[in-house]
Protein backbone atom coordinates (compact mmCIF):
# COMPACT_ATOMS: atom_id res chain seq x y z
CA UNK A 1 0.00 0.00 0.00
CA UNK A 2 1.42 3.31 -1.27
CA UNK A 3 1.19 6.53 0.63
CA UNK A 4 -1.23 8.13 -1.35
CA UNK A 5 -3.85 5.30 -0.02
CA UNK A 6 -2.72 5.53 2.79
CA UNK A 7 -3.80 8.77 3.10
CA UNK A 8 -7.03 8.77 1.84
CA UNK A 9 -8.14 5.61 4.23
CA UNK A 10 -7.12 8.03 6.78
CA UNK A 11 -9.48 10.71 5.62
CA UNK A 12 -12.62 8.31 5.56
CA UNK A 13 -11.61 6.40 8.32
CA UNK A 14 -14.65 7.06 11.30
CA UNK A 15 -12.24 8.75 13.40
CA UNK A 16 -11.39 11.53 10.99
CA UNK A 17 -14.73 11.70 10.63
CA UNK A 18 -15.80 12.24 13.89
CA UNK A 19 -13.43 14.49 14.77
CA UNK A 20 -14.26 18.41 16.15
CA UNK A 21 -15.18 21.54 13.63
CA UNK A 22 -11.99 22.98 15.13
CA UNK A 23 -10.00 20.43 14.62
CA UNK A 24 -10.81 19.60 10.82
CA UNK A 25 -10.76 23.51 10.57
CA UNK A 26 -6.72 23.14 11.39
CA UNK A 27 -6.39 19.90 9.42
CA UNK A 28 -7.47 22.26 6.40
CA UNK A 29 -5.87 25.01 6.73
CA UNK A 30 -2.37 22.23 7.18
CA UNK A 31 -3.64 20.56 4.00
CA UNK A 32 -3.39 24.32 2.39
CA UNK A 33 0.15 24.38 3.36
CA UNK A 34 0.57 21.04 1.95
CA UNK A 35 -1.16 22.11 -1.73
CA UNK A 36 1.13 25.27 -1.56
CA UNK A 37 4.20 22.81 -1.19
CA UNK A 38 3.26 20.63 -3.89
CA UNK A 39 2.89 23.69 -6.35
CA UNK A 40 6.35 24.38 -5.57
CA UNK A 41 7.66 20.67 -5.85
CA UNK A 42 5.35 18.63 -7.81
CA UNK A 43 4.58 20.91 -10.81
CA UNK A 44 6.41 22.89 -13.35
CA UNK A 45 6.76 25.36 -11.02
CA UNK A 46 10.50 25.31 -9.78
CA UNK A 47 12.45 25.11 -12.91
CA UNK A 48 10.35 28.08 -14.51
CA UNK A 49 10.77 30.62 -11.44
CA UNK A 50 14.71 29.74 -11.12
CA UNK A 51 15.34 30.22 -14.62
CA UNK A 52 13.10 33.49 -14.66
CA UNK A 53 15.09 34.64 -11.66
CA UNK A 54 18.42 33.84 -13.54
CA UNK A 55 16.98 35.95 -16.34
CA UNK A 56 16.06 39.31 -14.09
CA UNK A 57 19.77 38.38 -12.54
CA UNK A 58 21.94 38.38 -15.75
CA UNK A 59 20.50 41.24 -16.74
CA UNK A 60 21.75 43.33 -13.89
CA UNK A 61 18.54 45.09 -13.15
CA UNK A 62 18.36 44.43 -9.64
CA UNK A 63 14.56 44.33 -8.35
CA UNK A 64 13.61 44.60 -12.05
CA UNK A 65 10.88 43.30 -13.16
CA UNK A 66 9.77 42.51 -9.61
CA UNK A 67 9.28 39.63 -7.70
CA UNK A 68 5.70 39.70 -7.62
CA UNK A 69 5.62 39.61 -11.71
CA UNK A 70 8.55 36.73 -11.87
CA UNK A 71 6.05 34.66 -9.39
CA UNK A 72 2.79 35.19 -11.17
CA UNK A 73 4.12 34.59 -14.70
CA UNK A 74 5.91 31.54 -13.22
CA UNK A 75 2.37 30.60 -11.81
CA UNK A 76 0.83 31.25 -15.16
CA UNK A 77 3.21 29.60 -17.71
CA UNK A 78 3.18 26.24 -14.96
CA UNK A 79 -0.70 26.23 -15.48
CA UNK A 80 -0.06 26.52 -19.34
CA UNK A 81 2.65 23.88 -19.16
CA UNK A 82 0.52 21.48 -16.57
CA UNK A 83 -2.63 22.36 -18.83
CA UNK A 84 -2.54 18.52 -20.58
CA UNK A 85 -1.79 16.94 -16.93
CA UNK A 86 -4.73 18.61 -14.89
CA UNK A 87 -7.02 18.14 -18.02
CA UNK A 88 -6.26 14.47 -17.49
CA UNK A 89 -6.91 14.64 -13.44
CA UNK A 90 -9.95 16.86 -14.22
CA UNK A 91 -11.17 14.26 -16.47
CA UNK A 92 -10.19 10.73 -15.10
CA UNK A 93 -10.64 12.18 -11.26
CA UNK A 94 -12.25 15.13 -10.18
CA UNK A 95 -15.31 15.19 -12.40
CA UNK A 96 -16.04 11.27 -12.06
CA UNK A 97 -16.06 11.77 -8.40
CA UNK A 98 -18.19 14.87 -8.22
CA UNK A 99 -20.38 12.59 -10.31
CA UNK A 100 -20.13 9.64 -7.96
CA UNK A 101 -19.00 7.22 -10.38
CA UNK A 102 -16.21 6.45 -8.82
CA UNK A 103 -14.88 6.32 -4.71
CA UNK A 104 -12.40 9.10 -3.36
CA UNK A 105 -9.97 6.31 -3.08
CA UNK A 106 -10.42 5.52 -7.43
CA UNK A 107 -9.92 9.52 -7.24
CA UNK A 108 -7.35 10.10 -5.83
CA UNK A 109 -5.67 6.94 -7.56
CA UNK A 110 -6.37 8.35 -10.87
CA UNK A 111 -5.19 12.03 -10.16
CA UNK A 112 -2.08 11.03 -8.39
CA UNK A 113 -0.96 8.54 -11.38
CA UNK A 114 -2.25 11.99 -13.89
CA UNK A 115 0.95 13.39 -11.96
CA UNK A 116 2.96 10.45 -11.96
CA UNK A 117 3.11 10.51 -15.16
CA UNK A 118 4.05 14.02 -15.46
CA UNK A 119 7.21 13.55 -13.17
CA UNK A 120 8.45 10.47 -14.19
CA UNK A 121 9.11 12.35 -17.61
CA UNK A 122 10.87 14.92 -16.31
CA UNK A 123 13.13 12.89 -14.13
CA UNK A 124 16.21 11.85 -14.86
CA UNK A 125 16.64 7.97 -13.49
CA UNK A 126 20.49 8.57 -11.87
CA UNK A 127 18.48 10.60 -9.75
CA UNK A 128 15.34 8.02 -8.88
CA UNK A 129 18.09 5.35 -8.94
CA UNK A 130 19.73 7.66 -6.28
CA UNK A 131 16.70 7.90 -3.89
CA UNK A 132 15.57 4.35 -4.33
CA UNK A 133 18.89 3.24 -2.94
CA UNK A 134 19.12 5.54 -0.39
CA UNK A 135 14.84 4.34 0.78
CA UNK A 136 16.77 0.90 -0.07
CA UNK A 137 13.38 0.20 -2.72
CA UNK A 138 14.24 -2.42 -4.89
CA UNK A 139 11.19 -3.47 -6.53
CA UNK A 140 10.91 -0.66 -9.27
CA UNK A 141 11.27 -2.72 -12.29
CA UNK A 142 9.38 0.13 -14.80
CA UNK A 143 8.88 3.55 -14.30
CA UNK A 144 5.25 3.43 -13.37
CA UNK A 145 6.62 1.26 -9.95
CA UNK A 146 8.38 4.07 -8.63
CA UNK A 147 7.01 5.28 -5.76
CA UNK A 148 6.42 9.23 -4.81
CA UNK A 149 8.33 9.01 -1.75
CA UNK A 150 11.29 7.91 -4.33
CA UNK A 151 10.20 10.07 -7.06
CA UNK A 152 9.42 13.18 -5.61
CA UNK A 153 12.75 14.11 -4.28
CA UNK A 154 14.47 12.81 -7.55
CA UNK A 155 11.70 15.39 -9.88
CA UNK A 156 13.06 18.07 -7.38
CA UNK A 157 16.73 17.53 -8.01
CA UNK A 158 16.41 16.87 -11.31
CA UNK A 159 14.65 20.15 -12.27
CA UNK A 160 17.07 21.63 -9.90
CA UNK A 161 19.60 20.53 -12.12
CA UNK A 162 17.88 21.50 -15.35
CA UNK A 163 16.74 24.67 -14.21
CA UNK A 164 20.83 25.66 -12.95
CA UNK A 165 21.88 24.11 -16.72
CA UNK A 166 19.72 26.34 -18.89
CA UNK A 167 20.31 29.58 -16.59
CA UNK A 168 24.08 28.86 -17.14
CA UNK A 169 23.31 28.94 -20.93
CA UNK A 170 21.35 31.95 -20.49
CA UNK A 171 24.17 33.74 -18.65
CA UNK A 172 27.09 33.26 -21.36
CA UNK A 173 26.42 35.94 -24.01
CA UNK A 174 25.27 38.71 -21.22
CA UNK A 175 29.05 37.59 -19.57
CA UNK A 176 30.68 38.27 -23.18
CA UNK A 177 28.87 41.99 -23.16
CA UNK A 178 30.40 42.33 -19.48
CA UNK A 179 33.83 41.21 -21.02
CA UNK A 180 33.54 43.32 -24.15
CA UNK A 181 32.72 46.45 -21.73
CA UNK A 182 35.19 46.07 -19.35
CA UNK A 183 38.04 45.68 -22.15
CA UNK A 184 37.10 48.99 -24.03
CA UNK A 185 36.64 50.49 -20.45
CA UNK A 186 40.22 49.73 -19.42
CA UNK A 187 41.86 50.64 -23.10
CA UNK A 188 39.85 53.79 -22.67
CA UNK A 189 41.81 54.36 -19.10
CA UNK A 190 38.16 54.65 -17.39
CA UNK A 191 39.03 51.72 -15.10
CA UNK A 192 36.73 53.66 -12.31
CA UNK A 193 33.78 53.66 -13.92
CA UNK A 194 31.69 50.47 -12.83
CA UNK A 195 31.47 48.21 -16.36
CA UNK A 196 27.68 47.92 -14.73
CA UNK A 197 26.82 51.46 -15.52
CA UNK A 198 27.56 50.58 -19.01
CA UNK A 199 26.86 47.03 -19.85
CA UNK A 200 23.66 47.22 -18.29
CA UNK A 201 21.83 49.38 -20.77
CA UNK A 202 23.54 46.89 -23.72
CA UNK A 203 22.08 44.06 -22.10
CA UNK A 204 18.38 45.59 -21.93
CA UNK A 205 19.05 46.27 -25.19
CA UNK A 206 19.62 42.95 -26.94
CA UNK A 207 17.48 41.30 -24.63
CA UNK A 208 14.84 43.65 -26.30
CA UNK A 209 16.43 42.82 -29.66
CA UNK A 210 15.92 39.01 -29.51
CA UNK A 211 12.28 39.78 -28.00
CA UNK A 212 14.01 37.79 -25.13
CA UNK A 213 10.53 37.19 -22.72
CA UNK A 214 9.15 35.28 -25.82
CA UNK A 215 12.17 33.35 -26.35
CA UNK A 216 12.25 32.27 -22.74
CA UNK A 217 8.76 31.24 -22.29
CA UNK A 218 8.83 29.24 -25.79
CA UNK A 219 11.87 27.76 -24.16
CA UNK A 220 10.53 26.96 -20.76
CA UNK A 221 7.07 25.95 -22.83
CA UNK A 222 8.72 22.99 -24.47
CA UNK A 223 11.87 21.74 -22.21
CA UNK A 224 8.67 20.06 -20.84
CA UNK A 225 8.14 18.08 -23.66
Known amino acids: ?????????????DGFQGLSPQIKVALFLGGMALISAALVTMTAFTRIVIVLSFVRRALSTQEIPPTQVILGLSLFLTMFV??????????????PYLEDTI??????????????????????????????????????????DTPMQVLIPAYVISELKTAFIMGFCLYIPFILIDLVVSVILMSLGMM????????????????VLVDGWQLIARVLSLSFH
Not at 1 to 13: F, H, N, R
Not at 89 to 95: A, Q
Not at 135 to 142: D, N
Open 103 to 144: DGQTAWTNGSAALHDFMIRQTRKADIALFARMAKVSTIQTAA
Open 82 to 95: MGPTLSKIEKESIR
Open 192 to 207: MMPPMVISTPFKILLF
Open 1 to 13: MDSAQTVQQIIES
